[in-house]
């Protein structure tokens, strides 16, 4: 033990304010009059609560478009993700050595690696070609294509605690790989694949550096929307707390959902090889 | 008499093993985001696209190259993001140990605590950049009257160049600490329990057990966690582009945003592409090393 009981839980009372402080301090503006917003001292309970704020986002023309949009391309690029991350996840998990497992690798770590700007640069350009800007079609394949290395680390962790004698037995009964992998590994994987699909759904909702530089008017998401408030040369920070807050809450209720898997999630492709 | 008959099992189980080509769609995928973008960025690297300019793009060798190395702002963007990585490191590592130190007692309560600590991480950048740029406002924000009460006089954060770093760096810890916190913890956790009992047995003191036990076994995840922060802070992109765009004027721009910058809001192209392979460059000895550390985690 480092530290007496007391100080131990006075340090851990005081990170859990300081962690919590700004998600409150964000719902509550949300919810308060432009009088309250800019009082002085702050104003941190007394006041009467409005939805003022969330009545001027959600009157804002091309707000439910974009939400949509959110969720279209969250779901589209998480979809993606487990399918395509599945396959390879089962692959790398089952078989120790096949020709083209060190490089795939070793591209999963250079996307966790590299800062994103250096490939949306020429993705960009690229996409003008092909009629990809500004499409949500364009923005759930590049999205699926950065988080697809983040789905198969976590995938591989779920497809290796199962155990290699069921396929064997399934195997004697005459199915094929791919059968075999449908029918029994994923149901047996259920939970991981769960776990994975809002991990990786919480990247893509979070994402802002593609859909800044990919999207227009047409494909904008929820960030994009959060990041436009702070152009205004009016700032006007009742409305924009509304906006991030809207942004946030889903993450926090799924999260409650899945604290177990989380942990692993949050530090996948740190330390595996 | 036992005959020995092949084991049918092991024969088996080469069929049984998944094939390689369930590779296949993740690679059409990395080809799609990494290959093509990657070869095709170098190649736009040593033409002089313009995005504002409609003259075909011709073929100019090293030109970006030597016009981004000449450039000032090259060198002093990637000097701030030295010193942001330099004093972010400094900031999360060791609270990130004491924060898994203290999770790590399992007092009660401990998993509610872990749920809180790991949540700013998960939340949305850009809201919470949003959320920190009004906590930081000079006359309105909380940060300052909290300052105010302890009798600190006003700072105006995002308004000069030393506090806006520090203010960037006070929203990255935010969000960076629970990761560090999560990597020790697990290797905290992976240290057997005896190693403490005997240490304790001799009588060594809590100050020795963590010096000499506890911090040698945790390094090679401090070396992780180092070489994956270093990446993270030259991608440092959401909150920085939130609280201060890089300004007041690029006093708070690092090498990644200048990038951005040179390429989308300068509209020069080619040169931004040039800056993504230096960038590149830079990155590859934190790759390497970080393999290397990686291995010796598990």
Known sequence: MILKRSASYSLLFLASFLSLFPLFWTISTSIKDRVDTYSLPPKFFSFTPTLKNYISLFSLEKFWQIYSNSFIITLGSTLICLVVGSLAAYALARKPKFRGRTP?????????????????????????????????MGLILIFAGFNIPFAIWLLMSFFEQIPVEIEESARVDGASTLKMF??????????????????????????????VIMAGENSKTLPVLVASFISNRTLDWGPMAA???????????LTVVIQRWLVAGLSSGAVKE | MITKVPRPNLLRRKNLRPVAQFTIPTWIFFALVVLIPF????????????????????????????????????????????IITFIGLLTQIPI?????????????????FRSILITPMLLTPVAVGLTYRFMFDTDLGVINWALGSLGIEKVNWLGSQTSALFAIIIVDSWQSIPFVMLLVLAALTAISPSLYEAARVDGASVNQIFRRITLPLITPTLLVITMIKIMD???????????????????????????????F??????????LGVIITIITLPVYFLWRRASRGVR
């Open chain 1, 104 to 136: 795939l690798e070793g591209l999963m770590i250079a996307i966790r690696a590299l800062p994103a700007i250096v490939l949306l640069l020429p993705i960009y350009k690229l996409s003008s070609y092909l009629g990809l800007y500004d499409s949500k």
């Open chain 1, 182 to 211: 449908t029918r029994i590994i994923l149901p047996l994987a259920a939970p991981g694949l769960v776990a994975t699909g809002i991990f990786v759904s919480l990247l893509s909702w979070n994402e802002f550096l593609i859909p």
């Open chain 1, 243 to 253: 906006a991030a807050t809207v942004a946030l809450i889903p993450i926090v209720l």
């Open chain 2, 39 to 82: 070869f095709y960025g170098v190649y736009i690297s040593f033409l002089n696209i313009n995005l504002a300019s409609f003259l075909p793009p011709s073929f100019v060798g090293f030109d970006n190259y030597q016009m981004v190395l000449a450039a000032s702002e090259t060198w002093s963007t990637l000097q701030i993001t030295l």
């Open chain 2, 96 to 112: 990130g140990i004491l924060l898994a130190l203290v999770l790590h007692e399992n007092l009660r309560g401990t998993k509610i």
């Open chain 2, 233 to 263: 802070f030259l991608k440092l992109f959401d909150t920085l582009f939130i609280l201060t765009r890089g300004g007041p004027g690029n006093t708070t721009t690092t090498l990644g945003l200048w990038t951005y910058k040179t390429g």
């Open chain 2, 265 to 274: 809001v300068f509209l020069e192209f080619s040169r931004a592409a040039a």
